[in-house]
T-cell receptor, first 115, second 113 residues
Framework: GAVVSQHPSWVICKSGTSVKIECRSL??????MFWYRQFPKQSLMLMAT?????????EQGVEKDKFLINHASLTLSTLTVTSAHPEDSSFYIC???????????FGPGTRLTVL | SQELEQSPQSLIVQEGKNLTINCTSS?????LYWYKQKYGEGLIFLMM?????EEKSHEKITAKLDEKKQQSSLHITASQPSHAGIYLC?????????????FGTGTKLQVIP
């Protein structure tokens, strides 16, 4: 149980285009979903927190207009990287939480490369 | 939010040797996760600790949370090449009305056959 999936697992795009990444909790309804970013050889940095039907809460320094988050249902959250640039290239990992205190489970990640 | 420091930052051990990774928090830990990650891959959940003094084991990996709930250790017994990877500790925070996990700096483990 407690499986989180992400799609796509990797994507290559041209600079200036937008990319959408999906995150799904497969066998549970998530009270909250999270998006993290990881640069090479670094730890995970929390980007934003979202609940179904409400606006995402972004961490300091994260551009909300650049990283659009839509939390359509209790099992689906999407992250859209708008007008992507090479510096947006990174490993993006989503996570979903069951209850409080519950547990937090992570997806397999999406590697984004912007050319 | 919570600051987590892991030590050492990297570790190279001979196969069969024991090792310990530490995770120290600037604040009391209400929940502490240990994950393993291969570079470029997702996180593998290892263990979650919530109570002071709690200890959990899975196969050759044991994690402990100290009584004061500000430090956790991960101990691997008789290490194997399959244990190689990046180990991350994550702290459960309540911030901005949400409970969420933020991560330590990570420890890179290499196991030499």
């Amino acid at each position: 149980g407690a499986v989180v999936s992400q799609h796509p697992s990797w994507v290559i795009c041209k600079s200036g285009t937008s990319v959408k990444i999906e995150c799904r909790s497969l066998d549970f309804q998530a009270t909250t979903m999270f998006w993290y970013r990881q640069f090479p050889k670094q730890s995970l940095m929390l980007m934003a927190t979202s609940n179904e039907g409400s606006k995402a809460t972004y961490e300091q320094g994260v551009e909300k207009d650049k990283f659009l988050i839509n939390h359509a249902s209790l099992t689906l959250s999407t992250l859209t990287v708008t007008s992507a640039h090479p510096e947006d290239s990174s490993f993006y990992i989503c996570s979903a939480r069951i209850g409080t205190p519950g547990g937090q489970f992570f997806g397999p990640g999406t590697r984004l490369t912007v050319l | 939010s919570q600051e987590l420091e892991q030590s050492p930052q990297s570790l190279i051990v001979q196969e069969g040797k024991n090792l310990t990774i530490n995770c120290t928090s600037s604040k009391t830990l209400y929940g502490l996760y240990w994950y393993k990650q291969k570079y470029g891959e997702g996180l593998i959940f290892l263990m979650m600790l919530q109570k002071g003094g709690e200890e959990k084991s899975h196969e050759k990996i044991t994690a402990k949370l100290d009584e004061k709930k500000q430090q956790s250790s991960l101990h691997i017994t008789a290490s194997q090449p399959s244990h190689a990877g990046i180990y991350l500790c994550g702290a459960d925070n309540m911030f901005g009305g949400y409970q969420k996990v933020t991560f330590g700096t990570g420890t890179k483990l290499q196991v030499i056959p």
